[in-house]
């Protein structure tokens, strides 16, 4: 990257539409993420079985719970933009004798 000078004045501030819940579709899934990810830590196979059950209730209307499962819910948390800053991460191994 380049270095910016300490002077500088921070990037101008873009905001978004107050409907604006990318990657969520709506506030109902930015919600139900928070709430399962983060409050509750639940379970995948929970996770699974919840939006199994929640589908069941809406499939008489024409409609899906917010996530199709746990890989869906993971898949949109990891997308979900922190600023401009896009979500990366790597691994390390050490093998070293102790």
């Known amino acids: 990257g380049d270095f910016i000078h300490p ?10 539409a107050p409907n604006d819940w990318t990657p969520y579709h709506n506030q109902l899934e930015f919600e139900t993420a928070e709430f399962l ?4 830590q639940m379970s995948g196979g929970d996770i699974d079985k919840l939006m199994h059950l ?3 209730t809406l499939a008489k209307h024409d409609d899906t719970p917010p996530f199709a499962d746990r890989r869906d819910l993971y ?11 896009p ?12």
Request: aromatic share 16%.
């Open 54 to 56: 929640w589908g069941g």
């Open 75 to 85: 898949l949109t948390i990891d997308n979900t933009p922190v600023g401009d800053v």
């Open 37 to 40: 990810y983060t409050k509750v």
């Open 7 to 16: 002077d500088a004045p921070p990037p101008p501030y873009t905001s978004r």
């Open 87 to 98: 979500w990366k991460s790597f691994s390390m191994k050490y093998n070293a004798n102790m």
